[in-house]
């Protein structure tokens, strides 16, 4: 008795398994990258600091909204990762001028 008992604990045990699916995010993130592949040389670059923003895209009554990264590269260059329709608010220059003072602790006000 104690043995079938102890089968079923463990065929219950394998069976409870949690199967990790990646995210609509992790799948989508090779191909973005790979969009941005011909601006600059990512795969030769460490990155220093990111900025995760939120951009938007007008459509209809309302509006489409969705997560913008900006990815801040070992030799100074900002790589922009956003889905194709969505417009990044901020441009590279004022991107990389934001994450620069963040590393550097300080605080930026825009006019």
Do not use: W
Not at 20 to 31: A, F, M
Not at 72 to 85: G, R, T
């Amino acid at each position: 008795m104690k043995k079938i008992i102890l089968v079923c604990a463990i065929l219950l045990c394998v069976s409870c398994t949690k199967k990790v699916t990646p995210t609509l995010e992790e799948q989508k993130l090779p191909s973005l990258i790979e969009q941005s592949q011909g601006e600059i040389d990512y795969e030769n670059s460490d990155i220093v600091t990111t900025l995760l923003t939120v951009g938007t895209h007008l459509q209809g009554f309302g509006g489409a909204s969705a997560s913008v990264a900006y990815l801040l590269l070992k030799n100074d260059s900002v790589l922009i990762i956003a889905p194709q329709n969505i417009q990044p608010p901020f441009t590279k220059d004022e991107a990389r001028l934001l994450m620069k003072s963040k590393l550097r602790g300080e605080m930026l006000l825009f006019d």
